[in-house]
């Protein structure tokens, strides 16, 4: 201010500043809007498609049986347009990572990774006084890949044929038999059959059998569930039609191409259709960055393991089980746990099936939603995993109630936390070669308690901290029992076990001396 006159350059300056501020805050509003009306959209499209299932399901009336005169209730379930709406839409980190706050979080792990390199770098060199760059743990865990590989091709092929192959066998020629429910008990037998021994018993016999390593044996069981949930997914989708084609006059069977199924099992997806919306072309680029992105998790996952876990247990195992040792485990597995969780999650929920898609063309890329702003347990079951989400909710709750009626709905979601506890017991049960429920007892348990407290009802700031606490802890109790278990299976053999010793953890009697 000079003589009550401001000085006019002044004034420019300032008001091109602030049109530069407004300009930056309009992009980010925009960013930010258009993000809410997207999950707006697909909220409002997938309770719509809810209400029209719950209306179908409604109408739907159960025709007259055979036997005795009662009423059955038919087979058929509402056709797959009822069911899970697949849509063109993007991954919601791909969304996030556009803004320059979410992405220096991603930086801010990238750093995190350079610092434990140059860790592990730096405490070689004092050691041993030259640079050493091992990656022993990772060939070991990843060891004995030929019998990996060969074993998953036999699975796939499997999958691939004799499912098809017994639906359009019995598909064919269901409209002409006299004997419907024989014929159909027959091929179900034997598809059950192979479900039982071909997938479920050889893949687990193959891993015990040649004692592979854990991650080796991570991706056969685990390819042995996703080919099991696969090939049921197909079969349920299908068979209604085959049912409703009985009834009409067309005498074209609706099965669908082998190409079609082949897709499926190559797609980021447990539900089948017989097409998916599909994008125009393939970024290749976009591909490599994701599979480069699972190679640097994984060494991630190498790096928390050697700085963070291995000294940490090497110390713990010199001492006897007490209480003093288990809590501090725990808390100081607190961090490499929860580690590896956003690993495990970015890696294979974000980069894997992301990538995947790309190569595919598939559109549909809601493989997670926002878990992390959940303020309840039930909210973060349905929003951490979406894919096995849909699974357990269309072919485990959905069809539990429509067998045994809504009034169930309680035990229906009771028969779900078991089923994936179970299936997640049973993962961890051959991949570690030993029995120790720990995840089982906290899915069962805890995660029941905490399903019915911190239910869908609770909001606000608090309860998503409350959730945050509960996982974090978890984290910590999975990996330092297991653990300790894993080090006690491998310092504390038991040459003539009995049955009793393969139940009772190993880790609560093992003692090594220094």
Aim: aromatic share 18%.
């Amino acid at each position: 201010m000079t003589n009550g006159f401001m000085d006019l350059e002044h004034v420019i300056g300032r008001k091109m500043e602030l049109k530069r501020k407004a300009e930056l805050l309009k992009s980010e509003l925009m960013k930010e809007v258009d993000i809410h009306f997207s999950e707006f959209v697909n909220n409002l499209i997938e309770e719509s498609t809810a209400i029209e299932a719950s209306n179908a399901t409604a109408n739907f009336h159960p025709g007259n049986g055979e036997k005795d005169g009662h009423k059955v209730r038919s087979l058929a379930r509402p056709p797959p347009e009822h069911g899970k709406l697949f849509m063109s839409r993007r991954s919601l980190l791909d969304e996030l990572f556009e803004v320059n706050h979410f992405r220096t979080i991603y930086h801010m792990f990238i750093a995190l990774l350079i610092l434990f390199i140059l860790s592990t770098l730096v405490v070689d060199g004092i050691d041993k006084g030259r640079l050493v760059l091992e990656f022993d743990l990772l060939e070991y865990a990843f060891g004995k890949f030929p019998i990996v590989l060969s074993t998953w091709i036999c699975m796939f092929l499997s999958t691939l044929i004799i499912p098809y192959v017994l639906f359009s066998m019995w598909a064919q020629g269901y409209k002409t038999s006299s004997y419907k429910k024989i014929r159909s008990l027959f091929y179900g037998f034997v598809y059950m059959t192979f479900q039982l021994l071909g997938l479920g018993f050889c893949p687990a016999y193959i891993v015990l059998q040649h004692n592979l390593p854990p991650a080796s044996r991570f991706i056969v069981i685990l390819e042995q569930v996703r080919l099991i949930m696969k090939s049921h997914s197909f079969v349920r989708e299908n068979v209604p039609r085959i049912f409703s084609f009985a009834k009409e006059k067309t005498s074209v069977v609706p099965v669908p191409q082998v190409t079609q199924y082949l897709y499926f099992l190559f797609a980021p997806t447990l539900i089948y259709r017989d097409n998916y919306p599909r994008n125009p072309s393939i970024r290749w680029g976009y591909v490599a960055t994701k599979f480069l992105q699972v190679l640097g998790c994984l060494f991630y996952v190498y790096y928390v393991f050697v700085r963070l876990c291995i000294p940490l247990f090497h110390n713990i195992s010199q001492e006897p089980f007490s209480l003093r040792v288990l809590v501090l485990c725990i808390f100081n597995c607190i961090l490499p746990g929860v580690l590896i969780l956003f690993l495990a999650f970015f890696a294979f929920l974000h980069c894997w099936l992301n990538a995947f898609a790309e190569m595919l063309r598939f559109a549909d890329r809601m493989f997670y939603k926002d878990w992390w702003n959940s303020t309840s347990f039930a909210n973060y079951y349905r929003t951490w995993n979406v894919v096995v989400h849909d699974w357990l909710y269309y072919y485990a709750y959905r069809d539990f109630l429509w067998f045994f009626g809504r009034r169930f709905k309680a035990a229906a979601m009771l028969s779900v936390f078991t089923v994936s506890a179970v299936v997640h017991e049973y993962a961890l049960g051959i991949c570690f070669g030993f029995f120790y429920p720990v995840l089982f007892i906290l899915f069962m348990g805890f995660g029941m308690i905490f399903n019915f407290i911190l239910h869908d009802r609770r909001k606000g700031p608090i309860w998503n901290v409350i959730m945050w606490t509960s996982l974090f802890l978890g984290q910590g109790v999975l990996l330092c029992l297991y653990s300790q278990e894993w080090y006690a299976q491998k310092h504390c053999p038991i040459s003539n076990p009995a049955l009793l010793d393969y139940l009772k953890p190993r880790s609560w009697t093992c003692h090594l001396d220094e």
